[in-house]
């Protein structure tokens, strides 16, 4: 596992970009791109700052073959690089219009995260020619390592995602529907 700096941002970007373009499902990443012939521009600045509030307010790690990454956030608190960084967002990938909307799905997403401290299991992406063949399960689990005396936070749309985490100790505590998708949250208790 290779702690990411700058210098990696090019290949999570790929990973990511990878990962989660040909994923037309519902979910939170096609909840929050506005939908027009744009998308992989879209999908591509979403993911540069997902990467940049990573950076900044927690940890990104890479597989050692560079195949797969994990964000985690620890804390965001205010700053005029993050409202400049949000601001950018909504131009290049949510569009004016859906901001009523993404601001309905913060405020969700707020009032379900855990009360007590954690970290949260922010993005993880595979490649998606080598999705499937281990690189997840053995990165998330060196990442896992690493916070063992941490609750860890999750959320995700899918059943075969919930299987994974479910896999790794992670129980859910609360679903919802409310954004027209499915939403469940999950965490994963201290172990160490």
């Known amino acids: 596992m290779i702690e990411v700096t700058q210098k990696e941002k090019n290949v999570i970007l790929e990973i990511l970009h990878s990962a989660f373009y040909d994923v037309l499902i519902p979910n939170s990443i096609n909840f929050t791109i506005k939908k027009d012939t744009k998308r992989y521009e879209r ?3 979403l993911m540069d700052y997902q990467f940049k509030m990573a950076m900044k307010y927690g940890e990104i790690f890479l597989s050692d ?15 005029i690089q993050k409202v400049y960084w949000e601001t950018e967002l909504l131009l290049k990938c949510i569009g004016v219009q859906n901001i009523f909307k ?7 997403l707020m009032t379900s995260h855990p009360k007590e401290p954690f970290k949260h ?20 689990k060196e990442t896992l390592n690493r916070y063992q005396g941490d609750v860890i936070y999750v959320e995700t749309t899918t059943p075969q995602n919930i299987k994974f985490y479910t896999r790794l100790g992670f ?11 499915p939403l469940f949250f999950l965490k994963l208790r201290p172990y160490g």
């Not at 994990?70 to 965001?76: M, Q, T, W």
């Not at 993404?102 to 969700?108: G, S, W």
């Not at 922010?122 to 690189?135: F, S, T």
Request: net charge positive; aromatic share 10%.
């Open 171 to 181: 129980t859910i505590f609360h679903e919802t529907n409310e954004l027209n998708y």
């Open 43 to 45: 999908l591509m600045a």
């Open 102 to 108: 993404i601001l309905k799905r913060e405020k969700l």
């Open 65 to 79: 073959d560079k195949n797969g990454c994990v964000l985690y956030i620890n804390k965001i608190y205010p700053s």
């Open 121 to 140: 299991l922010w993005l993880m992406g595979i490649r998606k020619e080598y999705q499937g063949k281990g690189i997840g399960s053995k990165l998330l």
